[in-house]
């Protein structure tokens, strides 16, 4: 075996221990509370049940949007998005990074591309050899590209992107909920052992842990769940919303905005019953995304813009000037990458080498 297969087993192996220690800690949390607090400690029976019941409704739900948010494959660039065959062999022998430039821009011409690198180039990944979709960016820790990326979360030791955003959202949810009520219905008994209320007994040591443990997570996860509702609420990714995504007139990170309500349809779907499921509901197929307004090119056919289903409310400026767009078709881009000098397509390819991030922003413990 090679050493670095070895060292890449090794990293693959390492980077399950966050998920581990969080399995461990929500096992303990279940003995803790079922069998230490409710079974040995509470007398009341009333109570015990009232506790057990919501304790597991939450339990389970905490779990099932767990799993899903683990083992839900981040979902990939499909194959419209790869070079064919003969422009590939051409892309790879040519050495100026102008003429492939110009290979990229008559493949994009057939696919719904928006955005651009930063330098108005199209945005290709050389390690997956595909043309990155809108909102797809490459996860060095995957090492591949996943549509609509928004960071790659070593508590769950997956990309959080198209696929799983939802699941995503529902355990942080979940697990609020979860920390939340064990630490309320805790408190009290909390008190009694602290203030020597209840007998000396090995359930006070879980009990005491317990609420801290809870209090803890609750502090942490809050932040980061309030900064992703935030996120939804304005249909940014994590990596949008530190770095705008650019559209043909420049960055716009409220470009991918259509409103709040249609914001939230886009991650939750439009049947409210499903939402706090981690079943998937997302909208679009991970490849497209309408955007909120594309300013008509006086020099364009009218014709290539389409009506959309854009929010009224979203659109800001004089009405003339611009128009929505819900098909993301990109004739109008794909037509329109005049390089105004050679050195800045040169740039291009630089800037969107830089695009393999991978953020690890997670602070949920
Ligand atoms: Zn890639
Ligand atoms: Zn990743």
């Known amino acids: 075996m090679a050493p670095t297969h070895v060292l890449r087993c090794c990293q693959r192996g390492l980077a399950w221990i966050p998920v581990i220690f969080i399995a461990l800690v929500v096992c303990w949390s279940y003995y803790a509370y079922v069998v230490e607090l409710c079974i040995l400690t509470i007398h009341n029976t009333g109570e015990k049940f009232i506790y057990l019941v919501v304790f597991h409704l939450s339990f389970i739900m905490f779990v099932w ?17 790869c070079l064919p065959k ?33 330098a108005g180039a199209v945005r290709y990944c050389d390690r997956c050899q595909v043309i990155k979709p809108d909102r797809c960016h490459h996860c060095s820790a995957c090492d591949m590209c996943v549509l609509k990326m928004d960071h790659h979360c070593p508590w769950v030791n997956n990309c959080v992107g198209f696929s799983n955003y939802k699941f995503f959202i529902l355990f942080l949810t979940y697990s609020l909920v979860y920390c939340l009520f064990i630490a309320a219905s805790v408190l009290q008994y909390f008190i009694k052992f602290w203030t020597s209320d209840l007998p000396e007994s090995h359930a006070k040591f879980h009990v005491l842990f317990l609420f801290f443990v809870a209090a803890m997570f609750c502090i942490s996860i809050l932040s980061l769940f309030t900064y992703h509702l935030w996120l939804v609420g304005k249909n940014r990714s994590t990596i949008e919303a530190f770095r705008a995504p650019v559209f043909r007139n420049g960055p716009d990170k409220n470009g991918f905005s259509l409103g709040f309500s249609k914001n939230i349809a886009q991650v939750f779907g439009d049947q409210k019953k499903y939402w706090l499921l981690p079943v998937f509901t997302s909208q679009g197929d991970g490849l497209s995304f309408p955007t909120r307004l594309v300013t008509i090119d006086p020099e364009q056919p009218t014709e290539c813009l389409q009506p959309g289903v854009l929010d009224k409310g979203a659109v800001e400026g004089p009405a003339e000037q611009t128009s929505p767009v819900s098909e993301p078709q990109n004739r109008l881009l794909a037509n329109d990458y005049h390089s105004e000098d050679e050195h800045k397509e040169t740039d291009v390819l630089k800037s969107d080498e830089s695009e393999a991030v991978t953020i690890s922003i997670e602070s949920e413990s």
Request: proline share 8%.
């Open 65 to 81: 949007s767990y799993w899903k948010t683990i083992f839900t494959r981040p979902a990939n660039p499909s194959k419209e998005f």
């Open 86 to 118: 003969s422009e590939k062999e051409q892309y790879e022998k040519e050495q100026r990074p102008e003429t492939q430039q110009e290979i990229l821009k008559r493949v994009a011409t057939s696919l719904p591309l928006y955005t651009r690198t930063g």
